[in-house]
């Protein structure tokens, strides 16, 4: 089981995560812990992907495109 955990919400909040959990079909608390978990996971992935690009470098990349071949782009990818 998880934890506890009480809000005081405005009351303008409060209404407008009661209806849009209902147009959603789920409980009050099952919409705000997805959207908890919605958020964390979007802080936790701009973390990692700042992370990650410290680890490389320009100099790296444009070795890498260099190898990338020109071809042209499928007529439905064109702009």
């Keep these: 089981m998880g934890s506890t955990l ?3 919400l405005p009351k303008s909040l409060h209404h407008s995560l009661k209806q849009q959990a209902k147009a959603d079909g ?3 608390n099952q919409f705000l ?3 908890a978990a919605e ?3 979007a802080l936790m992935t ?3 992907l700042e992370r990650e690009a410290e680890k490389g470098s320009r100099e790296d990349f444009l070795r890498v495109l260099k ?3 020109h071809v042209e ?3 439905y990818d064109k702009l």
């Design 26 to 28: 789920v409980s009050i």
């Design 33 to 35: 812990v997805t959207a």
């Design 6 to 8: 009480t809000l005081r």
């Design 73 to 75: 782009p499928e007529s």
């Design 39 to 41: 958020k964390l996971s």
């Design 46 to 48: 701009h973390d990692y």
């Design 67 to 69: 190898n990338v071949p």
